[in-house]
Every structure is written in C-alpha cells, then in structure tokens.
C-alpha cells in the first residue's frame, strides 16, 4: 500500500463521506466559474494564446491535489507569475507565436523541476530569504505594472513596454487613437467590478442574504461581467465595429507531450524560472498556512515544494504556463466549505468541461473585459500605506522595500527582486555584524539582571557580565573580540568578565578563533573569562575544543550562579557546570 505521506490524498480520504463528498463538489464549481475568466486574462497578460490559462489550469490542479498538503489551495495562473513570465520571454520570441509559446511550456517545466529539487533537499528554508518588507515591495509593484500593462486592452490602442516609464510614455504617445467603443465598454465592466467588490457584499447582506453567500456572490462578478459583454459583442457584432475580441479559441483536451528540448534556452530561462519558483511558493505556502491555521490543520512546506513542482512539471507537459497558490481563488475555495485538495481535482475536471463546450462562445469575449478584471483583481496586491508603516518600523526594512519598488517598476521584475534579495542580505549581515550586547546588573534582591544603562541594578567593580544577543559567527566575531576588550579599558580594575549566552544558539569556527583570542588576551591582562547560560547544543560542541579545557574561568548554569560565585571575588566552584558535554538544550 503506498503510505500517504507519498501521496497525501490518501490521507484525507479516510473516512471520505457523501458530506464531504458534497462540500468538495459545490466548491469546485464555484472557483470553476471563477477561474475560467481568470486563467483567460492571465494568459493575456503573460503574452500567451487564451486556450494556454485554460490548459494550466487542468493537470497542474490534479497534480496538486494528489501531493499537495493544503486542503483549500487553489493552484492555476496568477497574475505576478503571469507578469514574470510576460517579462522572461519578451526578449525570446513575439508574444503569442509558436516559439513564445513553446518557451513558456519550457519556463514552466523547468519551474517545477527547480522546485522538486528544493523539495527532494528539503530547502524550503530558502524562501526565507526573501523578506516580507521585499516581497510586499515587489507585489505592490507587479500589481502597479499588471494594471499598467493593461490599459491598453482598455483604451484599445497597441500601448507596450517592460515597465512603467515605457508603457506609460506609450499610452501618452497613442492618446490620439484611443478607441471611444473599447473606452466605453472598458471602462464600464471596470466600474461594475469595482461597484460588486466594493459595495455589492454590503448590499446583499442588507437584503437578508448571509455574509459568507453574499461573498461568494461579489466575487462571482467577473462571470457575469463575461457572460454579458460576450453577449452584447455576438449579438452587436462589435468585433466587426473594431472591438477587440479573444478570438478563436481550440476545442478540446490539451496534448501531453515534453516541451523543447533547446539546451541554450532551457539556461537562458534558468534564472527566471529559479525567481518565479522561488515568489510562487513564498506566496503559496503564505496562503495555505493563513487557512490551514484557520482549520487547526498543518501545512509541511517541503512537501508542497514536490507537490507545486509537479503541478509546474505537468503544465509543462500539457500546454500550459508557470502556476502556483492563488489567494482570492484559495480564499473563495475556502469559503465555498472545500474539505479536502480533491474540490482542485473537481476544479480541473470542470475546466475541462469548459474547455470542450465553451470555446465557440469565449470567442467573442471582448479582450477589455479581461483587461478590466485583471485591473481590479490586483488591486488587492497594491499596499502602498505598507511603504509608511515599514520605513517607521525599521528604516533599513523600509529601504529594502522602497529599493525593490521602484527598480521592479522602473527597470524590471527580474532586476527588483533580485536587488531586494541582495539588499536583505546585505542588511541582515550588517545588523548581525554589530550583535547588541549589553553590560548587565543584577536587580536588588532577585536573580534577574537588566542593562545597567537601562536599570538601577548591582555591579561589581571587579566582575562584568555582558550579555551578547545574538549567535556568533563569522561576521560578529571581530566586533565581540573588540567589545570585550573596550569594556576591559574602561574598567582598569576587571578580574572576571562573564560572557552571558543565552542567546546564543551557534558558535561557528570563526567566532571559535576569537573566544580563544579573547581567552588568551584576558589572561595576559590577569582578567578571568568565564561563560553562562550556554545552551546544551553549544556546549556539546564546545565540549570537544581546546578553548574548554584552555578557559581560564568557569562555566556556570546560569547567570545569578556566576554572581554568587564570583561578586566581591568569593569564588565558589559548586556553582560551575561540570566539565563536560551537557545534552540540555
């Protein structure tokens, strides 16, 4: 029998009722009447054919559904995935032709195998390193350029450009031709999506309906903003009247074959495929821990690393673009009662329904009415206010945020996250580079101690325990050698110097050197080094060195031990560990 942890699916269909059973098939028709026009605009947007939104929309689900741990993520096209891929193939062939086609079919494939591999390494932790401030910055700026790039579609004129100042200065340059028609249809589904989104919930509530009904309603409205102007362009012929139309779209099941086997383009699209990779799963495991916790129920990132590789693999093999966790599908799906990932394999089955019987309608769906649903669904991912509330917290933060921000919308995506990364490491290094330590005294009559800065506290001329607050590595080992040694030079009359470690949860080979170098320097000086709080993994490693046999003090338990032992000099050894390897953490 396969065990579940291979295919989680198993897992949850244990004890699968006809309630279940239920729950999961009216949540599936629902995100189907929502994802339809979403994978339709998401296609436009990333330059490619409609049929190919339709078509990472079917196998990529089933995948997930089978290996995924969320039972409430609702994987497909996204818009900042869409709008990567729009900016990785623009330099490789004409939005739209075969060879743009096939290279977004290879950008996918390689996506999932970059996150199979990150999955098969356990290298979920990577994601880490891109900090929330950087990818708020990043999405709020994609979210700027996606309603940028499709004002075009909304005013009817040709437009263009990779980023803001290009696109911009091409609609000004073509205000001139703006087509009235296109304007005004454009610019009326816009304002009924934006009228559902922000007031129809409200409405419907006060009417009597339950909020949760009401929701599912309002973002519902899309369809039926599709289903009328599709109507009104068949019935008033207005693709004949210069309104642009989606066109003839392919009927039936998408091909299963490998995409392009072309070594030069599979390296070319590498490093795009690594950053989509890398924001599609920060943005899909986000919201599939934000409704798990919800549930009460647990999201392992490493399996949703193979489970989002293999939904991308199978794009790959099937027609399809680069897919990850969207939020407002997730959220919908959620709502809708979805009980376990097999409502996404219901989800994919209903797609392919629509794919099979909804092709000759969908042709006339005017392409402004796509471009308005894409302009208000990433509204949400624009937080502008998020920029003030950072910089007030943490300047560095808040220049990391700003840095990515504007060089996504002036230079590029590629170029803005990438910036960011680095910025958030770079800061990261610095801040861990000068670790705050503090010189600490105990509080009169308790065996706590507080910064003597900061409390009136006990000290002892003779005895200073500093605090270090941070784990020493290579980048902080020289500052700790050189706040030990100033504390000694402000102190002319010091005996003993205790290293307070409770936070710190590493000591690498280089931070190693400078304990030895501090050791020896104290020693030369007529000072005692002494250690407490060391945690039980450090001192295992500790244990085995030359500096814990050479200390020239002790180790104590804790804090107020050393106080006790040491304080006016009356050393008492009862209170110093054992010399040995400790296994307490």
Avoid at 3 to 31: C, K
């Amino acid at each position: 029998m396969i065990p579940s942890r291979w295919i989680p699916l198993i897992g949850w269909l244990h004890g699968y009722r006809g309630e279940v059973l239920a729950r999961d098939l009216l949540a599936a028709v629902i995100v189907t009447l929502m994802l339809v026009p979403q994978a339709l605009a998401y296609a436009l947007l990333a330059g490619l054919p409609p049929e190919v939104g339709l078509y990472a929309s079917m196998l990529p689900l089933v995948l997930y559904a089978l290996f995924g741990t969320s039972a409430t993520l609702a994987v497909g096209p996204v818009a900042v995935a869409s709008l990567m891929t729009a900016s990785a193939l623009s330099g490789i062939a004409m939005p739209g032709s075969a060879e743009y086609v096939g290279a977004a079919l290879v950008l996918a494939a390689l996506s999932g195998l970059v996150l199979l591999a990150m999955g098969a390494l356990r290298l979920g932790f990577l994601a880490n390193f891109l900090s929330h401030p950087v990818i708020s910055g990043f999405v709020t700026a994609s979210g700027i350029l996606i309603a940028a790039s499709q004002l075009r579609h909304l005013l009817g004129v040709e437009g263009g450009g990779h980023n803001l100042l290009e696109m911009l200065g091409a609609l000004v340059a073509q205000w001139r031709v703006i087509d009235p028609l296109t304007l005004l249809l454009g610019g009326g589904v816009w304002a009924y999506l934006w009228l559902c989104r922000g007031h129809l919930k409200a409405g419907l509530v006060r009417l009597g309906t339950t909020a949760t009904l009401a929701d599912l309603i309002a973002k519902a409205a899309p369809v039926s903003a599709v289903i009328v102007t599709t109507l009104l362009a068949w019935g008033l012929d207005l693709g004949g009247r210069g309104l642009a139309l989606v066109g003839e779209v392919p009927a039936g099941l998408p091909d299963l074959a490998l995409p392009g086997l072309d070594a030069a383009l599979w390296s070319s699209l590498l490093p795009a495929a690594i950053l989509i990779s890398l924001v599609g799963f920060v943005e899909s495991v986000s919201v599939a821990q934000t409704l798990a916790a919800k549930r009460r129920q647990r999201i392992d990132p490493n399996q949703e690393l193979i489970a989002l590789g293999l939904a991308n693999l199978g794009a790959g093999v099937s027609g399809g673009s680069p897919v990850s966790g969207g939020f407002s599908r997730s959220v919908v799906n959620f709502e809708a009662g979805a009980a376990t990932p097999l409502a996404g394999a219901f989800t994919a089955l209903g797609i392919a329904i629509a794919t099979l019987t909804l092709t000759a309608p969908l042709a006339y769906l005017p392409k402004a009415t796509l471009a308005a649903t894409i302009i208000v669904a990433v509204a949400t991912l624009i937080d502008l206010p998020a920029i003030k509330r950072t910089w007030a917290y943490s300047r560095a933060d808040g220049v990391a945020m700003l840095a990515t921000l504007i060089l996504t919308l002036v230079h590029g995506v590629e170029s803005g996250i990438l910036v960011g990364v680095g910025l958030s490491l770079g800061l990261h290094l610095y801040r861990t580079s000068r670790p705050h330590s503090a010189v600490v005294g105990r509080v009169p009559g308790s065996e706590h101690f507080r910064n003597v800065r900061r409390h009136r506290v006990e000290t002892d001329e003779r005895l200073a325990i500093l605090r270090v607050d941070e784990s020493l590595y290579f980048a902080n080992a020289r500052y700790l050698e050189d706040t030990v040694m100033a504390l000694v030079a402000r102190q002319p009359g010091l005996a003993h110097i205790v290293l307070a470690c409770q936070a710190v949860n590493l000591i690498d080979a280089s931070a190693l050197e400078s304990l030895e170098a501090i050791n020896g320097r104290l020693r030369d000086a007529g000072v005692s080094l002494h250690l407490a709080e060391v945690k039980g993994p450090v001192m295992d490693r500790l244990a085995h060195t030359e500096f814990f046999h050479e200390l020239t003090g002790q180790i104590f338990l804790s804090t107020y031990d050393a106080w006790r032992a040491l304080h006016g000099d009356g050393i008492d050894p009862t209170f110093a560990c054992p010399a040995r390897a400790s296994n307490e953490p």
